[in-house]
């Protein structure tokens, strides 16, 4: 009961008092402008950087709603957009077209807004990636260190994997190295994720391949930080036993019960609450 | 202007009302033409509107489309990473769904406005862009016709930071059918006039196209309505003219042909009118009905008068025809018949019989014409039952009658007038008051076997009733060609010669015969007796005084004679102090201008002495007035003599009534002194002795023997005259008594 009336009490402060979001452009390395949202927080609090999912913006709506939230509890909300090798990207990047971006780009540009974040005196900072956003901030956190990001947060943590398994995304993860080391630049098509037909580059389609599940889990155990995923009991883009299996790391997971991968609904509530909880423990 | 038949007005009706109804069909043909041409500019007129709106469309399309494309975030990407831009532009623009197939071509240019990748063939797109973007313009290139649109594409939405250019080539009749849902214009037969290898503004294109519009499926179907409408009324009226023009022939041409037929013929002078319901068609138009039923009761009308006026033409015809007083055909009658029978045409056997009352102007005088008409009804009752049934009775004129008889011989016409003379003696006059009877003269003439014309015919009948006319004479005379001398009577020349010594007395030539005094016998005056000289012919008292008789000239001629005698007495002829008898006629005598003369005369010769004979006695009808007049002639000096006593003219009761001096004893009865019976002349020289007793002086007419003048001077005559003593002209020499 208290529960409930603590939501209700944030969700009429969120709407009664909206935190101004600033928009935020950045030049990447390849010379691409990125976008981003930034919510000023409290100077004491630490800072979220929200990652969004696979060919997606921070305009998404889950992620949309959870800056709000946590800007709405007084925290600095960092919710940039990959730019996935567009300039002043804004729009979800279609299945179908030409991908020429890697992980490792968005890993580069996710350095950047760290930079971004710290030059702006944040003390502390949180990585909270929803749904491929995870293992964008792992692929992050694997090539860079920032002693800064004390938690990574991870909403709907996916394996990387969902039409491609086994044996065949190994024998397509050789083939494309082979074409990669024959520099055959022909664009591949695929099952990957959420797409049925996904046309990449050798390089894109080989950097989001080798992040297999397996990888998943063995970099979150690497993880020198807490991290916590938050995983929703309904969520039908997992793999069988994907949350058992997030469960055997040294991370906390975090189920919603009822909860699908977007959170949306009543749950959206429950993931800022749950955030919120994990904020708390720094 | 002649006037037109009904056929000819209802058929100049019904051609008049099919010209108008075609001219009427075809001016609503030509209003609706006009009507649709009108619709039809103005369809054209919104086809072009509709055209222009689609090309508007159409170029907004391009926009949108260009706009869309340039703001694609993968078009962003290919400026900036254009590896992969040949399958971008040709697999994955299209893939997306922002273009349509109508898009045929596509490309990308660098912030210099060069083509990323170059492109050959027809859609190809310039490789430089023309002019600075934004613009979309029209292409004409080897048939082709297409419209390329050109916009820069930013990479912000700030439109700060140029990355490049996006060109669209779209294909122009594909896209312009698409623009719109074309209600008016068709596109299906469009023709660009836009020359090869020319551009233009879009919006200017609309100049170089060329389609028509639609065609109105209400209009085509309303015209296809009319057509038929017009045709089925157009065929409906005509046949309702034909027949109106059946109907108009049968109930009113054809009845008022027959009508107009019937009435036409009524015109002709040989139509006869009917009795009764002529017009015996019934028409069926009322007013006609009327019309003809009123024909109908003025034909019968017309009849009855038709028929009132024949009987009227009858009766007319037959007045004309019949004489008023005696109810027996008249003069007109006479001549129409004769008219009839032919003037030329000789005739057979027939007999022509003139009538005439003796001394009837006598008897009308003395008793009046109420007696006078009663004389001549009588008359011409006896006469006409005495004809034979058939016979035709003609009066005339006056107391003269006429009757042909055909197939009648001689004897057979002499017992006829026998008959009619004795119906005549048989009837009783006094009833009428007449103191004597009344007789007649009949002329009669034969045509034997067509010998005779027909004037010939009635110059002899003229002639035998001159003849029955003459004293002495038997009533009923029949011609005989003894009678030819009488035919001065009639004869032209003498009748011209009587008219003109009237009026000239020149003419008149007067012999003088001797009336010797007895019983001395010298002349003791001489009497004037009248020949007239025309020519150098002499025409004598035989043929003078029955033509004055007749033509009842009587006055006249002896006021000539009067002026003759006077005429002699100055030029010497006549003697001075010879004694002058002069003859005056009965109507003389009671004539105020023949006595007035006579007067004059007898008082201008005062020295010699003047006889006025009186002849014809029993012609004087006026007997006061005659002894008045005798009187003033006796008291101016002058002696009066009545002659032809003893004969038809003159008897015992003028000398009984009449103050005479003298009388004359007719030569008939001289002549009966000497041949005549004892007793006759016994009784004559009784009647001699008587007249001498009672103081008259009494003349012998006739003496040519010396017994005759021994036998009259033994009986006391005072006065002889006559061939004995010298013919008229001859001087006379005093002889000694017996």
Same mark, same amino acid.
């Given at each position: 009961m208290?529960h409930?009336?603590?939501?209700?009490?944030?969700?009429?402060?969120?709407?009664?008092a909206?935190?101004?979001?600033?928009p935020?452009?950045?030049?990447?390395?390849?010379?691409l402008?990125?976008?981003?949202?930034?919510?000023? @927080?409290?100077?004491?609090?630490?800072?979220v950087?929200?990652?969004?999912?696979?060919?997606?913006?921070h305009?998404?709506?889950?992620?949309?709603?959870?800056?709000?939230?946590?800007?709405?509890?007084?925290y600095?909300?960092?919710?940039p957009?990959?730019?996935?090798?567009?300039?002043?990207r804004k729009?979800?990047?279609a299945?179908?077209?030409?991908?020429?971006?890697?992980?490792?780009?968005g890993a %580069?540009e996710l350095?950047?807004?760290?930079?971004?974040? %710290?030059?702006?005196?944040?003390?502390?900072?949180?990585?909270?990636?929803?749904?491929?956003?995870?293992?964008e901030?792992l692929?992050?956190?694997?090539?860079?260190?920032?002693?800064?990001?004390?938690?990574?947060?991870?909403v709907?943590?996916?394996? @990387?994997?969902? %039409?491609?398994?086994?044996?065949?995304?190994?024998?397509?993860i050789?083939?494309i190295?082979?074409l990669?080391?024959?520099?055959n630049?022909?664009?591949i098509t695929?099952?990957?994720s959420?797409?049925? %037909?996904y046309?990449?580059?050798?390089e894109?389609?080989?950097?989001y391949?080798e992040?297999?599940?397996e990888?998943?889990i063995?970099?979150?155990?690497?993880?020198?930080m807490?991290?916590t995923?938050?995983?929703?009991?309904?969520?039908?883009?997992?793999?069988?036993h994907?949350?058992?299996?997030?469960?055997?790391?040294?991370a906390?997971?975090?189920?919603?019960? @009822?909860?699908n991968?977007?959170?949306?609904?009543?749950?959206?509530?429950?993931?800022?609450?749950t955030v919120?909880l994990?904020?708390?423990?720094l | 202007m002649?006037?037109?038949?009904?056929?000819?007005?209802?058929?100049?009706?019904?051609m008049?009302?099919?010209? #108008?109804?075609?001219?009427?069909?075809?001016?609503? =043909?030509?209003?609706?033409?006009q009507?649709?041409n009108?619709?039809?500019?103005?369809?054209?007129?919104s086809?072009r509107?509709?055209?222009?709106?689609?090309?508007?469309?159409v170029e907004?399309h391009?926009?949108?489309?260009?706009?869309?494309?340039?703001? =694609?975030?993968?078009t962003?990407?290919?400026?900036v990473?254009?590896?992969y831009y $040949?399958v971008w532009?040709?697999?994955?623009?299209?893939?997306?769904?922002?273009?349509?197939?109508?898009?045929?071509?596509v490309?990308?240019?660098?912030?210099t406005g060069m083509?990323?990748?170059r492109?050959?063939?027809?859609?190809a797109? $310039?490789?430089?862009?023309?002019?600075?973007?934004p613009?979309?313009r029209?292409?004409?290139?080897?048939?082709q016709?297409?419209?390329?649109a050109?916009?820069?594409?930013?990479?912000?939405?700030?439109?700060?930071?140029?990355?490049?250019?996006?060109?669209?080539?779209?294909?122009?009749l594909a &896209?312009?059918?698409?623009?719109?849902?074309?209600?008016?214009?068709?596109?299906?037969?469009?023709?660009?006039?836009?020359?090869?290898?020319?551009q233009?503004?879009?919006k200017?294109?609309l100049?170089?196209?060329?389609?028509?519009a639609?065609?109105?499926?209400?209009?085509?179907?309303?015209?296809?309505?009319?057509?038929?409408? +017009?045709?089925?009324?157009s065929?409906a009226?005509?046949?309702?003219?034909?027949?109106?023009? =059946?109907?108009m022939?049968?109930?009113?041409?054809h009845?008022?042909?027959?009508?107009s037929?019937?009435?036409?013929?009524?015109?002709?002078v040989?139509?006869?009118?009917?009795h009764?319901?002529?017009?015996?068609?019934?028409?069926?138009?009322?007013?006609?009905?009327?019309?003809?039923?009123?024909f109908?009761?003025? +034909?019968?009308?017309?009849?009855?008068?038709?028929?009132?006026?024949? +009987?009227?033409?009858?009766?007319?015809?037959? +007045?004309?025809?019949?004489?008023?007083?005696t109810?027996?055909?008249n003069?007109r009658a006479?001549?129409?018949d =004769?008219?009839g029978?032919g003037?030329d045409?000789?005739?057979?056997k027939a007999?022509?019989?003139?009538?005439?009352?003796?001394?009837? !102007?006598?008897?009308?005088d003395t008793?009046?014409?109420?007696?006078?008409?009663a004389? *001549?009804?009588?008359?011409?009752?006896?006469?006409q039952?005495?004809?034979?049934?058939?016979d !035709?009775?003609?009066?005339?004129?006056?107391?003269e009658?006429?009757?042909v008889?055909?197939?009648?011989?001689?004897?057979?016409?002499?017992?006829?007038?026998?008959?009619?003379?004795?119906?005549?003696?048989?009837?009783?006059?006094?009833?009428?008051?007449?103191?004597e009877?009344?007789t007649?003269? *009949?002329g009669?003439?034969?045509?034997?076997?067509g010998?005779l014309?027909?004037?010939?015919l009635?110059k002899?009948?003229?002639?035998?009733?001159?003849?029955?006319?003459?004293?002495?004479s $038997?009533?009923?005379?029949?011609?005989?060609?003894g009678?030819g001398?009488?035919?001065?009577?009639v004869?032209?020349?003498?009748?011209?010669?009587?008219?003109?010594?009237?009026r000239?007395?020149?003419?008149?030539?007067?012999?003088?015969?001797?009336?010797?005094?007895?019983?001395?016998?010298h002349?003791?005056?001489?009497e004037?007796?009248?020949?007239?000289?025309?020519?150098?012919?002499?025409?004598?008292?035989?043929?003078i005084f029955p033509?004055?008789?007749?033509?009842?000239?009587?006055a006249?001629?002896?006021?000539?004679?009067i002026?003759?005698?006077t005429?002699d007495?100055?030029?010497?002829?006549? $003697?001075?102090?010879?004694?002058?008898?002069i003859n005056?006629s009965?109507?003389?005598?009671?004539?105020?201008?023949?006595v007035?003369?006579?007067?004059?005369?007898?008082?201008?010769?005062?020295?010699r002495k003047?006889?006025?004979?009186?002849?014809e006695?029993?012609?004087?009808?006026?007997?006061?007035?005659?002894?008045?007049?005798?009187?003033?002639?006796?008291?101016?000096g002058?002696?009066?003599?009545?002659?032809?006593?003893?004969?038809?003219?003159?008897?015992?009761?003028?000398?009984a009534t009449?103050?005479?001096d003298?009388?004359?004893f007719?030569i008939s009865?001289v002549? #009966?002194?000497e041949?005549g019976?004892?007793?006759?002349?016994?009784?004559l &020289?009784?009647?001699?002795?008587m007249?001498?007793?009672a103081?008259?002086?009494?003349?012998?007419?006739?003496?040519?023997?010396?017994?005759?003048?021994?036998?009259?001077?033994?009986?006391?005559?005072t006065?002889?005259?006559?061939?004995?003593?010298?013919k008229?002209? &001859?001087?006379?020499?005093?002889?000694?008594?017996?």
């Amino acid at each position: 009961m208290v529960h409930w009336i603590f939501l209700i009490l944030v969700s009429l402060s969120v709407f009664s008092a909206p935190v101004l979001a600033e928009p935020v452009e950045l030049v990447m390395p390849n010379k691409l402008t990125a976008k981003a949202e930034f919510h000023k @927080g409290d100077p004491g609090k630490p800072t979220v950087l929200l990652m969004h999912g696979f060919l997606q913006t921070h305009e998404f709506p889950t992620i949309h709603r959870l800056a709000e939230g946590l800007a709405s509890a007084g925290y600095s909300v960092l919710a940039p957009t990959l730019t996935l090798g567009v300039t002043h990207r804004k729009q979800s990047l279609a299945c179908e077209a030409i991908h020429t971006h890697t992980i490792q780009d968005g890993a %580069k540009e996710l350095a950047v807004w760290l930079d971004w974040l %710290k030059a702006r005196k944040a003390s502390a900072i949180v990585l909270v990636g929803h749904s491929f956003g995870s293992v964008e901030t792992l692929a992050y956190l694997s090539a860079y260190r920032e002693p800064l990001v004390r938690k990574l947060i991870g909403v709907s943590a996916v394996e @990387g994997r969902l %039409k491609v398994d086994g044996p065949r995304r190994e024998k397509l993860i050789k083939e494309i190295r082979a074409l990669i080391k024959a520099q055959n630049k022909s664009l591949i098509t695929e099952q990957f994720s959420f797409c049925q %037909k996904y046309r990449a580059t050798p390089e894109s389609m080989l950097s989001y391949l080798e992040w297999t599940p397996e990888r998943i889990i063995a970099e979150a155990r690497r993880l020198p930080m807490q991290t916590t995923f938050i995983m929703g009991s309904r969520d039908d883009r997992l793999g069988e036993h994907w949350i058992e299996r997030l469960q055997q790391t040294k991370a906390k997971v975090r189920v919603i019960e @009822g909860a699908n991968h977007f959170m949306d609904g009543d749950f959206e509530f429950d993931l800022l609450d749950t955030v919120l909880l994990e904020l708390k423990t720094l | 202007m002649k006037p037109l038949s009904i056929g000819r007005l209802s058929l100049f009706f019904v051609m008049a009302a099919s010209i #108008l109804v075609i001219g009427l069909g075809g001016y609503f =043909w030509l209003e609706i033409r006009q009507a649709t041409n009108v619709l039809r500019s103005s369809e054209r007129d919104s086809a072009r509107r509709e055209v222009a709106q689609a090309l508007v469309t159409v170029e907004q399309h391009m926009r949108d489309t260009a706009q869309a494309l340039a703001q =694609w975030e993968e078009t962003r990407q290919q400026l900036v990473f254009p590896e992969y831009y $040949p399958v971008w532009r040709d697999s994955r623009v299209r893939d997306a769904g922002l273009i349509t197939p109508r898009v045929k071509s596509v490309a990308l240019y660098d912030k210099t406005g060069m083509i990323l990748a170059r492109q050959t063939g027809d859609q190809a797109l $310039p490789n430089r862009l023309p002019s600075k973007p934004p613009f979309v313009r029209y292409v004409a290139v080897a048939g082709q016709h297409q419209l390329e649109a050109f916009f820069p594409v930013f990479s912000d939405p700030a439109a700060e930071i140029l990355l490049g250019y996006l060109g669209l080539q779209f294909d122009f009749l594909a &896209e312009l059918k698409r623009a719109h849902s074309f209600r008016y214009a068709d596109l299906s037969g469009l023709k660009i006039a836009l020359p090869n290898n020319s551009q233009m503004d879009v919006k200017n294109s609309l100049a170089y196209l060329q389609f028509d519009a639609l065609p109105n499926p209400n209009l085509l179907a309303f015209l296809a309505l009319f057509q038929d409408s +017009q045709l089925r009324l157009s065929l409906a009226v005509l046949v309702s003219l034909v027949i109106a023009a =059946w109907l108009m022939k049968r109930l009113v041409v054809h009845p008022l042909r027959s009508l107009s037929s019937e009435i036409n013929a009524m015109r002709t002078v040989d139509a006869n009118i009917a009795h009764g319901l002529i017009f015996k068609t019934p028409l069926n138009i009322s007013e006609l009905e009327n019309v003809r039923r009123a024909f109908s009761d003025y +034909q019968e009308r017309l009849f009855a008068l038709h028929e009132n006026l024949e +009987q009227n033409s009858r009766d007319f015809f037959d +007045q004309a025809r019949h004489d008023a007083l005696t109810g027996v055909f008249n003069r007109r009658a006479y001549d129409e018949d =004769w008219h009839g029978l032919g003037e030329d045409r000789r005739l057979g056997k027939a007999a022509l019989l003139l009538f005439d009352c003796d001394h009837f !102007k006598a008897i009308n005088d003395t008793y009046g014409h109420t007696i006078g008409d009663a004389v *001549i009804q009588a008359v011409a009752s006896c006469l006409q039952s005495a004809l034979r049934a058939g016979d !035709k009775l003609y009066r005339l004129g006056g107391d003269e009658f006429a009757t042909v008889l055909l197939d009648a011989d001689p004897l057979q016409a002499e017992i006829i007038a026998e008959r009619c003379l004795e119906h005549i003696m048989a009837h009783d006059f006094r009833q009428y008051g007449m103191s004597e009877p009344t007789t007649i003269s *009949i002329g009669i003439a034969h045509s034997h076997a067509g010998d005779l014309s027909l004037s010939e015919l009635q110059k002899r009948a003229d002639l035998a009733m001159y003849a029955a006319k003459r004293p002495a004479s $038997p009533k009923i005379v029949c011609y005989s060609e003894g009678m030819g001398e009488l035919s001065a009577l009639v004869a032209n020349r003498s009748i011209n010669a009587v008219f003109l010594a009237i009026r000239d007395h020149n003419l008149i030539e007067l012999t003088y015969q001797a009336v010797m005094r007895l019983p001395m016998v010298h002349k003791e005056y001489v009497e004037a007796l009248t020949r007239i000289r025309l020519d150098g012919e002499l025409i004598r008292p035989d043929a003078i005084f029955p033509i004055v008789q007749a033509r009842k000239l009587d006055a006249e001629f002896d006021l000539s004679v009067i002026r003759a005698i006077t005429r002699d007495m100055a030029n010497g002829r006549l $003697p001075a102090n010879q004694g002058v008898s002069i003859n005056l006629s009965a109507p003389s005598i009671v004539n105020a201008k023949v006595v007035d003369a006579m007067l004059a005369l007898v008082r201008a010769q005062t020295n010699r002495k003047i006889v006025v004979e009186i002849t014809e006695t029993a012609l004087i009808t006026q007997m006061e007035i005659a002894s008045a007049n005798i009187a003033q002639l006796r008291n101016a000096g002058a002696l009066v003599a009545l002659d032809d006593f003893g004969s038809g003219y003159s008897s015992l009761r003028y000398l009984a009534t009449m103050p005479v001096d003298l009388v004359k004893f007719d030569i008939s009865m001289v002549r #009966l002194l000497e041949n005549g019976d004892q007793r006759q002349k016994v009784i004559l &020289e009784e009647i001699a002795g008587m007249v001498i007793s009672a103081g008259y002086e009494l003349v012998a007419e006739g003496i040519e023997t010396r017994a005759q003048l021994d036998k009259i001077i033994g009986m006391g005559f005072t006065h002889a005259q006559g061939f004995y003593f010298g013919k008229p002209g &001859e001087e006379v020499e005093p002889m000694s008594p017996a």
